[in-house]
C-alpha cells in the first residue's frame, strides 16, 4: 500500500487546515487509516483513525487532544482519507502521517502508532502563535 499526504502548511493559530491521503491499495475500503504525528523531540502520536465495515458502517476515534477540533473521514471510493483540523493550537506543529493497517486490528490497537503497517511520507503543519 502506498500512502501520498498532502494539504499542510502554516496557519495561525486558531485557523483550520485540510489533510488528504491519497492510497494505492484497491481494497482500501478494509483497511483502517489513521493519522499520527510526530513533533520535534517526540514520539508518534496518534490522532485520529477510521475504520469502515459493511456491517457497521463507519467508525472514529481520536487522541484526546484533538477531540472536537478535527474531523477524519474517508472517501472509499477515491481511496482517500482525509483529516479536517480546526481551532489549530500551535501544539499542533508537527509533522503529520498518514498510515493504513489491515482489517484484522484490534479496537486496542488502533490508537497505538505502531500497530499500523504502511506510512505516508508525511506533511509538515505549522501553527503560529
Known amino acids: 500500500v502506498q500512502l501520498q499526504a498532502s494539504g499542510g502548511g502554516l496557519v495561525q493559530a486558531g485557523g483550520s487546515l485540510r489533510l488528504s491521503c491519497a492510497a494505492s491499495e484497491r481494497s482500501f475500503s478494509s483497511y483502517v487509516m489513521a493519522w499520527v504525528r510526530q513533533a520535534p523531540g517526540n514520539e508518534r502520536e496518534f490522532v485520529a483513525a477510521i475504520r469502515w465495515s459493511a456491517k457497521t458502517g463507519y467508525s472514529t476515534y481520536y487522541a484526546d487532544s484533538v477531540k472536537g477540533r478535527f474531523t477524519i473521514s474517508r472517501d472509499n471510493a477515491k481511496s482517500t482519507v482525509y483529516l479536517q483540523m480546526n481551532n489549530l493550537k500551535p501544539e499542533d506543529t508537527a509533522v503529520y502521517y498518514c498510515?493504513?493497517?489491515?482489517?484484522?486490528?484490534?479496537?486496542?490497537?488502533?490508537?497505538?502508532?505502531?500497530?499500523?503497517?504502511?506510512w505516508g511520507q508525511g506533511t509538515q503543519v505549522t501553527v503560529s502563535s
Open positions: 498510515a493504513a493497517a489491515p482489517p484484522g486490528i484490534t479496537m486496542a490497537a488502533v490508537g497505538n502508532p505502531w500497530s499500523y503497517t504502511y
